[in-house]
């Protein structure tokens, strides 16, 4: 008599994604014996917007909402796990899936102003060739850069393009010094007294998505916006009104959220980026996971005498 034995699949956030949903499929199996009509056959639900159909084979399905909250928050590296128990004639098992997150590339909307030896310029204006002031190596030229027009009609699409504004202050006075727009996996530069002792570093880097506090970092509504991305030869930390924030990061996430003639250019500057993404070099700061950088998003929010100032304007200028 044969017993049954577990399995396991993965989906990938926006991947594949078929009338809003990400799926896997696979068939669980006796061990040496076949399992033909001995499964229960049935649909569970999980908890992402989820299920996993089995059939009297063991042969099953899963599907995930695509922008549940829970996926569409994961970065790149992060994983959510969803452990569905099955039932045959001979007992039980385990189907194990895997929900990897994806990010897609940072990059500055079009306006942002960057600070250049000859004084601020609208990302926009900028060429290769073009120098522009960075925090660790002063005045470096843009090796390429990379546009892209994304319409945010759609509530998927949406979900995962729509920029953050990062109001005046945020990060502190003249932090930045008017407010800026970035896509949502732009990094921007924390410097923070207990960065160092939750991390180990005095400076890091932090998606925009995770700082969001609805307060003074927000989701911005527009039906259509504008990315630009500057490329270096190596990654910097760049400043746009005053705040700073990096520049495009080439390796495997980044590399994939580019069209195929966007990466083919790049693969023209640096051929070894087409068989070897990290040659690229390191990120020039220690990048937090969302959920640590969650943690540095709550010692930002400002004291709450500051946050009745703030109510304040916002009232003012709706």
């Not at 049954?4 to 014996?33: A, C, M, Q």
């Not at 079009?110 to 925090?135: F, K, Q, W």
Request: proline share 6%.
């Amino acid at each position: 008599m044969g017993f049954p034995l577990p399995d396991s699949g993965e989906v990938t956030e926006d991947s594949g994604v078929v009338g809003g949903l990400i799926s896997t499929s696979g068939d669980v199996d006796y061990f040496l014996t076949d399992d033909t009509g001995q499964w229960t056959a049935e649909t569970i639900s999980g908890a992402y917007g989820s299920t996993l159909v089995i059939d009297d084979d063991g042969v099953w399905t899963y599907s995930a909402t695509n922008d549940h909250p829970s996926i569409a928050e994961l970065d790149d590296g992060e994983t959510l796990t969803e452990v569905f128990t099955v039932t045959s004639n001979n007992g039980t098992t385990t189907i194990t899936i895997t929900i990897n997150g994806a990010t897609d590339p940072p990059c500055f909307v079009v306006g942002t102003l960057i600070d250049t030896p000859h004084g601020p310029r609208p990302v926009e204006s900028l060429i290769a060739g073009d120098l522009v002031l960075t925090r660790d190596g002063g005045a470096q030229a843009i090796r390429w850069v990379g546009r892209t027009e994304v319409a945010l009609h759609n509530p998927e699409t949406a979900q995962k393009f729509q920029p953050i504004r990062i109001a005046a202050g945020a990060f502190g006075p003249g932090v930045p010094d008017r407010d800026i727009l970035v896509s949502p996996m732009h990094r921007i530069l924390i410097e923070h007294r207990d960065a160092e002792l939750l991390f180990g570093e005095p400076e890091v880097l932090c998606s925009a998505n995770a700082l969001i506090n609805d307060f003074s970092i927000r989701r911005e509504a527009v039906d259509r916006v504008g990315y630009i991305h500057l490329l270096f030869d190596t990654h910097q930390v760049v400043t746009s009104s005053g705040c700073a924030s990096e520049s495009f990061y080439p390796g495997t996430v980044g590399m994939d959220g580019l069209d195929i003639a966007q990466r083919e250019e790049l693969f023209t500057l640096f051929p070894d980026l087409s068989t070897l993404p990290q040659s690229y070099g390191r990120t020039a700061r220690a990048v937090l996971r969302g959920f640590e950088a969650r943690v540095m998003r709550d010692r930002l929010l400002p004291e709450p005498d500051a946050e009745s100032i703030w109510a304040k304007r916002n009232s003012s200028i709706r």
